[in-house]
């Protein structure tokens, strides 16, 4: 009723006629009661509508039960629909996630300026797709953060997601071949994060598997669509014959787009674009962009399991291969089977010349 006191720990072991600490054992599962107890004050606790309090159990053990999720990426391209959605969309896996364990999850988003990471009391962190250098890992281990990453940091061995990179890499390089493209060239962010020196890596083995000359762009992340413009453009300038480009980040791929329409070349027709995130830009660009299926709610839930793992100190695999990633085929890769014929003529008369 209206006003009605919240029962107590005291009151359950008065109505089930045992200690108050042998309430709060039965109730939380640790020492030694008996099964009949156990049963008994979990009865009478649901009759009487007692809850325990979560703030006194927190203080008690010590944690907060609260994680962290921490975007690593610049403002430039996380902040905008495309790694906000990349975000967000871990962010909603990994709440749910955390919530069947109990725990609450605090995001952590990109800004301008230094994070407040050391006010945050979070029991653990997951760090999206961290750089080689990333200062927000390197601050929440100097705090002796438990860390999980979501991809592989560069240079370090901490326990991860694998988003499996390098097959996305081969997954576009080899959709775009089957698509007529003879000419692809790579655009990459600048920094040294995972998805990067895998898609590297991924194009060199194609390169040398095709007989063709690598050709590797690098922009700016803190860019954004103009870094992916302008480097569409500088590439285009010194090499006409590119017809395709596999941009990694969406951002960038966007920009690119943008860069072929300023110049009157059309998508797919003369230039193919294809980049490696699935999310709201890939799918709203014009024409819609080729793209890969990272299956990140599965990424994300492994993600929070491995951590809630290594913070019980259960003995666990420290890496977790994600689901094989699926390439989603859209306009901007898609000739018309015309079109593929006249560039399989074009090799053939090359192969004669």
Do not use: W
């Not at 500088?234 to 590119?242: G, N, R, S």
């Amino acid at each position: 009723m209206p006003g009605a006191a919240r029962p107590t720990i005291a009151d359950v072991a008065r109505a089930a006629g045992v200690s108050r600490t042998t309430v709060s054992h039965a109730l939380n599962g640790i020492g030694k009661v008996d099964p009949r107890t156990r049963e008994r004050v979990a009865k009478v606790a649901a009759e009487l509508g007692y809850h325990p309090s979560l703030r006194a159990q927190r203080l008690r053990h010590g944690q907060s039960r609260t994680i962290g999720l921490v975007s690593s990426m610049p403002v430039a391209v996380a902040g905008g629909p495309s790694r906000l959605g990349f975000f967000m969309e871990v962010a909603a896996a990994a709440a749910e996630t955390s919530l069947l364990h109990g725990y609450a999850l605090v995001l952590v988003p990109p800004v301008e300026s230094g994070t407040p990471l050391d006010s945050l009391d979070i029991d653990g962190a997951i760090v999206v797709e961290p750089d080689q250098d990333d200062p927000t890992t390197k601050r929440l281990q100097a705090r002796g953060v438990p860390i999980v990453t979501l991809a592989r940091q560069p240079g370090t061995d901490l326990p991860h997601v694998d988003l499996r990179a390098r097959l996305v890499g081969r997954l576009l390089l080899d959709h775009l071949r089957e698509q007529g493209a003879r000419h692809i060239a790579l655009l990459v962010g600048s920094s040294h994060r995972n998805s990067y020196v895998d898609a590297i890596d991924a194009y060199r083995e194609f390169a040398d598997r095709h007989g063709i000359a690598p050709l590797i762009v690098t922009a700016d992340e803190s860019g954004g669509e103009e870094a992916g413009c302008a480097a569409a453009s500088a590439l285009l300038d010194e090499h006409p014959e590119v017809d395709a480009i596999c941009a990694t980040v969406d951002a960038f791929a966007v920009g690119v787009v943008r860069a072929l329409t300023d110049r009157g070349l059309r998508v797919p027709a003369d230039i193919m674009v294809a980049t490696r995130y699935d999310g709201l830009r890939a799918r709203t660009c014009t024409p819609p962009l080729t793209a890969i299926d990272l299956h990140l709610g599965q990424a994300a839930a492994g993600a929070v399991e491995l951590l809630l793992a290594n913070l019980k100190q259960e003995t666990t695999p420290q890496v977790i291969t994600n689901p094989k990633p699926v390439l989603i085929a859209r306009r901007s890769t898609m000739r018309s089977p015309g079109e593929q014929q006249r560039d399989a003529g074009d090799d053939r008369e090359q192969l004669h010349q």
